[in-house]
Nanobody
Framework: EVQLVESGGGLVQPGGSLRLSCAAS????????MTWVRQAPGKGLEWVSG????????SYVDSVKGRFTISRDNAKNTLYLQMNALKPEDSAVYYC?????????RGQGTQVTVSS
């Protein structure tokens, strides 16, 4: 069974940093593109960042470029999102996601709140 478990969220002041992790199991993690998506209160799901299976190609939504870094450790079946210079508008539930065998899967999410 595909499982994606996010962790690392929390409350942080504007300008602060957090590192999110996503532990994957139940599929060949190193064979799949992985993504981070987020959902702010009252808003739809927003794609944030993606990384290819080898980890050598990444992409970001414009609003986080230069502040967020996606990475992965295929030996540990873990996806990461380093978030720096956080802004209140980054507050959301963050999910890791992947399409495995044509089936879109997402974890339970981790809450990130940026507030003073």
């Amino acid at each position: 069974e595909v499982q994606l478990v996010e962790s690392g969220g929390g409350l942080v002041q504007p300008g602060g940093s957090l590192r999110l992790s996503c532990a994957a199991s139940g599929f060949t993690f190193g064979s799949y593109t992985m993504t981070w998506v987020r959902q702010a209160p009252g808003k739809g799901l927003e794609w944030v960042s993606g990384i290819n299976s080898r980890g050598d190609r990444t992409s970001y939504v414009d609003s986080v470029k230069g502040r967020f870094t996606i990475s992965r450790d295929n030996a540990k079946n873990t996806l990461y999102l380093q978030m720096n210079a956080l802004k209140p508008e980054d507050s959301a539930v963050y999910y890791c996601a992947a399409t495995v065998n044509s089936d879109y899967r997402r974890g339970q999410g981790t809450q990130v709140t940026v507030s003073s």
